[in-house]
């Protein structure tokens, strides 16, 4: 089936470390994004891609990397630099009009 | 830049309809889309309104007015499991989407 798979579900961070999610799509979409959600907000983009081999901070990049070496892959690393990361992270591509999300990641600092 | 303004929480009653407003100022306009959301998951598509008016489907419809930044979510005949937040997000300029906080609807029996 086609669709957005997001890995772990759940993530434990330590304070100071890094720590990488995984977002893959067979939909073959140019375009893609992570949002961060806190609890009663809205959705928040930290870096979107529209093209292989290229990406742009969205409103919250700071404390966060990105990369699009494939266009299938979007992995999202959060560092140790971003002090609040405890979050719903969310990976969604786009084909056409609609957005299609991912199953969401629970990151928690320990 | 781009602004989207939408209730932060409304309640209703099983059966009954329920009309959820956004409100939205941006520099460019490509569409605007709502999104259903329960608790813990990821939103799902409701609709996309590119041009002004009312578009239908099933229980629910989603209106558009470009030139007064308007949008609203209606909710015919309102089950428990609409319970959830919805999402009004702006395609802009860029044709990155921008959302809003969301509305939490509430339906009681």
């Known amino acids: 089936d086609g669709g957005i798979t997001q890995s772990p579900k759940y993530l434990f961070r330590k304070e100071g470390q890094n720590v990488t999610l995984s977002c893959e799509q067979n939909?073959?979409?140019?375009?893609m994004y992570w949002y961060r959600q806190d609890p009663g907000q809205g959705l928040r983009l930290i870096y979107y891609?529209?093209?292989?081999?290229?990406?742009q901070k969205g409103d919250i990049a700071e404390g966060y990397s990105v990369s699009r070496e494939k266009k299938e892959s979007f992995p999202l690393t959060v560092t140790s630099a971003q002090k609040n990361p405890t979050a719903f992270y969310l990976c969604?591509?786009?084909?056409?009009?609609?957005?299609?999300f991912g199953e969401g990641s629970w990151l928690t600092v320990v | 830049g781009q602004n989207i303004d939408q209730p932060t929480e409304m309640t209703a009653t099983e059966g009954a309809i329920v009309q959820i407003n956004c409100t939205y100022q941006t520099s460019g306009f490509n569409g605007l889309f709502w999104y259903q959301q329960h608790a813990g998951e990821a939103p799902t598509f409701l609709s996309y309104n590119v041009l002004d008016g009312l578009e239908e489907k099933g229980r629910f419809s989603s209106f558009l007015s470009r030139s007064k930044g308007y949008s609203y979510l209606l909710l015919k005949e309102l089950q428990m499991k609409d319970s959830a937040s919805y999402l009004c997000?702006?395609?802009?300029?860029?044709?990155?989407?921008?959302f809003g906080r969301g509305t939490s609807l509430i339906v009681h029996p």
């Open positions: 969604a591509s786009q084909g056409g009009h609609t957005i299609y």
């Open positions: 891609s529209q093209i292989v081999n290229d990406f």
């Open positions: 939909l073959n979409h140019d375009a």
């Open positions: 997000a702006i395609s802009g300029g860029s044709y990155i989407p921008t």
